[in-house]
C-alpha cells in the first residue's frame, strides 16, 4: 500500500510523493512521481529517474523543472530516493558518498548491508511492480525507461545494461561511467559487496557494455566540462567503451557547466524528448 505525502499541480498535472513500506529495502522508501495532463485521459509511458549521492526525492522534484518537458510529451516521471534510511545500521549515517544517500543502486552481500540495501533490485523489480498495480489506470506497464544523475547515471546505465529490452531508452547527466576505477566506485562496492572484485564488474557499465547483447541501445550523455568530479566519472572511458564495443554513445560535452542541478535543468528537456522519441512510438 502507498501513501500519498504531498500533491502539487504542475504544468497542467501533478507532482506527488508516496511512500510505501519496501520488501527489498525492509524500510519505507519515498519516492516522487509526476503525472502528466494526458494521464487523466490515457496510459502513459514511465520513465525513472536514478539520483545521485545525498540526494532523497526532493532534489530532482524541486531543482530539474522536469515537469514542464514531461507534461508536454505525456511522460509520468517516477523519482525514488537514493537509499534505505533509518535500519540502525552501524555507521550508515557517517558518511555522504556511503550508506544514507548512496545506495548505488546495487544489491549488497556483505553481512551488515544485505538485508536493506538492495537498491538494484528495489528499482529494477520492486518499484516498477508498485507502480504499474498502484496507477494501473494512468500506467502504460510495458512502456518505460530509466535515466540519471552522476551515481544515479551509473545506476541508469547498469540497469539498462543488465536487463536487454526492459528499458526502451536510456540516457544521464554526468555519470560515474566506471565505478571499480574510482574512488567513490571503489569505496562502494567493496562496501556493499566485499573485497571480491569479480562481483564489482556486474554494477560497471564500462564492462558491462563489452558483453551487452541485447536490442540496440542509444545512449544520450550530457557531462559539464567545469565538473568538479570529472575524476570520479571518467567520461572517456565510457567513450572508449562504446567506441570498443560498436555502441552508439552522443556524449555531449557542455562547456562551462558544473556538476549541479544548475547544467541537469539546463539540458533535461533534451533528454525528456529522447526518452519521448523511443516510449511514444
Ligand atoms: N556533498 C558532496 C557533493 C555531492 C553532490 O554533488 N551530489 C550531487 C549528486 S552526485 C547532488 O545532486 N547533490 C544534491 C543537489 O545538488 O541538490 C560534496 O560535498 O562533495
Known amino acids: 500500500m502507498t501513501k500519498e505525502v504531498s500533491s502539487n499541480r504542475s504544468f497542467g498535472g501533478w507532482q506527488k510523493v508516496f511512500e510505501h513500506e519496501s520488501e527489498e529495502c525492509k524500510c519505507p522508501m519515498k519516492f516522487g512521481i509526476f503525472f502528466p495532463p494526458q494521464a487523466e485521459s490515457k496510459k502513459c509511458p514511465v520513465v525513472y529517474y536514478l539520483s545521485g549521492l545525498t540526494c532523497t526525492e526532493q532534489n530532482f522534484i524541486s531543482k530539474s523543472g522536469v515537469q514542464r518537458s514531461a507534461a508536454k510529451h505525456g511522460l509520468i516521471i517516477v523519482a525514488p530516493d537514493t537509499s534505505p534510511r533509518g535500519c540502525n545500521i552501524e555507521g550508515e549515517d557517517d558518511s555522504y558518498d556511503f550508506g544514507s544517500g548512496a545506495g548505488f543502486y ?8 544485505k538485508t536493506n540495501y538492495r537498491m538494484y533490485s528495489y528499482v529494477t523489480k520492486e518499484l516498477p511492480n508498485v507502480i504499474n498495480k498502484e496507477f494501473e489506470s494512468q500506467v502504460e506497464p510495458n512502456k518505460m525507461s530509466v535515466f ?5 547515471g551509473h545506476g541508469a546505465l547498469v540497469c539498462a545494461l543488465k536487463n536487454p529490452g526492459k528499458y526502451k531508452s ?3 547527466f554526468a ?6 576505477q574510482c574512488p567513490w566506485g571503489q569505496k562502494a562496492l567493496s562496501g556493499y559487496l566485499g573485497k571480491d572484485s569479480d562481483s564489482h564488474k556486474e554494477y560497471d557499465s564500462c564492462l558491462l557494455i563489452k558483453k551487452y547483447q541485447g536490442p540496440k541501445l542509444d545512449i544520450l550523455v550530457d557531462q559539464g566540462t567545469k565538473d568538479q568530479f570529472l575524476h570520479e566519472l571518467l567520461p572517456e572511458h565510457l567513450v572508449r567503451a562504446c567506441g570498443d564495443a560498436g555502441m552508439t554513445l552522443n556524449l555531449r560535452n557542455q562547456e562551462g ?3 549541479s542541478y544548475y547544467f541537469i535543468s539546463t539540458f533535461m528537456d533534451d533528454h525528456i524528448a529522447h526518452h519521448a522519441k523511443y516510449l511514444n512510438l
Open 175 to 180: 555519470p560515474i561511467t566506471n565505478p571499480t
Open 170 to 172: 536510456v540516457s544521464a
Open 148 to 152: 540519471g544523475h552522476s551515481m544515479g
Open 106 to 113: 546495487v544489491d549488497a552481500t556483505e553481512e551488515k548491508w
Open 257 to 259: 557547466y558544473d556538476h
